[in-house]
C-alpha cells in the first residue's frame, strides 16, 4: 500500500513538472497582444499624423499640434487631411487667444476660404473671422476698426451664406456690433448738441439714423435732429424727422411730443407703421439681463461694449457704408455735402430718409427748393465772377465774363500771370482759396443753414 501511494505520488509530482514547463496549468496568465500596434501597421501615416496632432492641441499643447499639422500639409500636398488640418490650424490659434494669435487665426481662416470655397466648412470659416474681429472690439467709445471690421465680415457671411444654421447666430451679432458703432458716434453727436455746435452734431447724428434704424436710441437721435434744425428756422427739414418718429418709433416716450410738433407746424401727421409696431412690442417683451450694483464700477476695468440694450428683432443692414468720411471736415464741408430732398410726409423707414448725399459742384435733386436756389445762386456767381472759378473737382481756373475779349488777350494775360512778382500771386491766390472755400461750403449751408 505504500508503495502504490509512492508511485501515485511520483506520478503526480512528474505530472505537475510537465504541465508547468509546458504553460498549460490553469492559472497561468496568457500574454496580451497589444492590437493597437498591430493595428497602427495599417492606418495611413497622415491619419496618425493628424491624429496625434489633434490630441495634443485638446490637450493644450497648441504649439506642438499646429507643428505637426504643418508638417502634414507640407508632406502630404495630396492627403485627404489637408483641409480639416487648414482648419485645425486656425481653430487653434483662435482657442488660444491673444492679439497675435488672433490675427494668424483670420489669416488662416481667411486662406481656407480661398482655397476650398466650395466646402461646408467655408461658412464656417467666414464665421470664425467675424467672431475674431468681434471678440477684439473696445468699448463704443473707444477706436471702432475692430468693430467696423466685424460688421463688414458678418455681411458677407449673411449675403453669401444665408441658409447655414450659423445665420441666425451672425445675424444677433451684427445688431450687437451695429448697436455698438451707433452708440459711439451718438455720444460724440450728443457732446455737439450740449456744446451748441449744431453742424457738428448733425453731421453724426444724419449718418447714424440712416444706418442704423435698429439702435435703441434712434428716436431721441432723431427728435435731436428736429430740435436742430427747428431752432435754425428751417421747420421743413425738422418736420420731416418729426414723422419718422410717429410713423416708425409710435411706442417711443417722444411720439407724443413729436405729433404735437407737427401739428404745431401745420404738416400732417403720419399714421403709425403697423411692423413698426410689431416690432417695438417684440422688442419690449424681449428679456434684458438686469444691471447689478456693482456692474458700473466694473464698467471701468470691461474692455468689451455694452450691446444689453441691442436689438432682437429686425433685419440689420447689410448694406456696406461706402461713403468715406475720412479726411472730410464736417464742420467746413469739404467734399461731401448733403441737402434736404423733398419725400413724403411719413419719413420712409430705414431704406428711405429725408436727407440725400450729394458732391460739391452737382446739382440738386429735381423738384426741390435748394435745384432752383442752386440754379439763380450759380448764374449769380457766374454774372460776378470775373477772375476765377472752381470746377467739380474744386481747381480753379481762369475765366472772362466779357463776350467781346478775344482769344489773345487772354493768351497774353496768362504771360503776364506767370511774370507777376510773387507778391501779386499770392494775393491772387490768397483770393482763389477765399473763392473756392465759399464754394466749397454753399452745398453744405443747404442743409446746415448755421
Known amino acids: 500500500m505504500r508503495r502504490f501511494a509512492l508511485l501515485l ?12 514547463s509546458f504553460g498549460q496549468l490553469p492559472f497561468h496568465k496568457k500574454k496580451k497582444v497589444d492590437k ?24 493644450g499643447r497648441h504649439e506642438t499640434g499646429r507643428l505637426g499639422l504643418q508638417t502634414l500639409i507640407n508632406t502630404y500636398p495630396d492627403s485627404e487631411y489637408l483641409a480639416k488640418a487648414k482648419l485645425a490650424i486656425a481653430d487653434s490659434y483662435f482657442k488660444q487667444g491673444g492679439t497675435g494669435n488672433t490675427t494668424q487665426a483670420i489669416a488662416g481662416y481667411k486662406d481656407f476660404i480661398v482655397f476650398f470655397p466650395f466646402l461646408p466648412e467655408a461658412a464656417y470659416a467666414q464665421m470664425q473671422v467675424a467672431m475674431a474681429n468681434y471678440n477684439e472690439m473696445p468699448k463704443a467709445d473707444r477706436d471702432n476698426t475692430h468693430a467696423l471690421d466685424a460688421e463688414a465680415e458678418f455681411q458677407t457671411f449673411l449675403t453669401k451664406y444665408p441658409k447655414d444654421p450659423l445665420a441666425p447666430q451672425a445675424e444677433q451679432r451684427l445688431r450687437d456690433v451695429q ?22 452734431a448733425a453731421g453724426r447724428l444724419i449718418p447714424l439714423v440712416r444706418r442704423y434704424p435698429l439702435y435703441s436710441k434712434s428716436d431721441t437721435a432723431l427728435w435731436m435732429l428736429g430740435d436742430l434744425f427747428e431752432k435754425s428756422e428751417r421747420k421743413d427739414i425738422a418736420g420731416p424727422y418729426y414723422a419718422q418718429i410717429v410713423k416708425n418709433y409710435p411706442l417711443s416716450p417722444k411720439a407724443n411730443d413729436a405729433r404735437a410738433k407737427l401739428k404745431a407746424f401745420g404738416m400732417p401727421v403720419p399714421q403709425p407703421d403697423p411692423k413698426a409696431v410689431e416690432w ?10 438686469k444691471e447689478p450694483l456693482y456692474h458700473k464700477p466694473l464698467g471701468l476695468v470691461h474692455s468689451g461694449p455694452d450691446v444689453k440694450m441691442a436689438a432682437h428683432h429686425g433685419a440689420p443692414n447689410l448694406q456696406p457704408d461706402t461713403e468715406d468720411l475720412s479726411g472730410v471736415d464736417i464742420l467746413k464741408g469739404g467734399g461731401h455735402t448733403t441737402i434736404a430732398a423733398s419725400s413724403d410726409t411719413g419719413g420712409g423707414g430705414s431704406g428711405s430718409g429725408v436727407v440725400a448725399t450729394v458732391k460739391t459742384g452737382e446739382a440738386a435733386p429735381a423738384g426741390s427748393e435748394d435745384a432752383n436756389s442752386n440754379a439763380t445762386e450759380s448764374s449769380a456767381t457766374d454774372a460776378n465772377n470775373n477772375t476765377s472759378g472752381t470746377d467739380a473737382q474744386g481747381n480753379t481756373s481762369a475765366t ?16 503776364s500771370d506767370n511774370t507777376q512778382p510773387a507778391s501779386d500771386n499770392s494775393g491772387q491766390n490768397q483770393n482763389n482759396n ?13 442743409l446746415l443753414p448755421w
Do not use: W
Open 434 to 446: 477765399g473763392k473756392e472755400s465759399s464754394s466749397k461750403k454753399k452745398g453744405l449751408r443747404k
Open 179 to 200: 448697436e455698438s458703432l451707433a452708440e459711439g458716434q451718438y455720444r460724440i453727436a450728443y457732446y455737439y448738441y450740449l456744446k451748441g455746435d449744431r453742424r457738428a
Open 280 to 289: 417695438m412690442k417684440a422688442e419690449q417683451n424681449t428679456p434684458r439681463p
Open 400 to 415: 472772362n465774363s466779357d463776350p467781346n475779349a478775344s482769344s489773345s488777350t487772354t493768351a497774353d494775360t496768362s504771360k
Open 9 to 20: 505520488a511520483t506520478f503526480a509530482f512528474t505530472l505537475v513538472c510537465t504541465s508547468q
Open 36 to 59: 493597437s500596434t498591430a493595428a497602427s501597421n495599417t492606418v495611413e501615416p497622415d491619419k496618425q499624423l493628424y491624429d496625434k496632432s489633434m490630441e495634443d492641441i485638446k490637450h
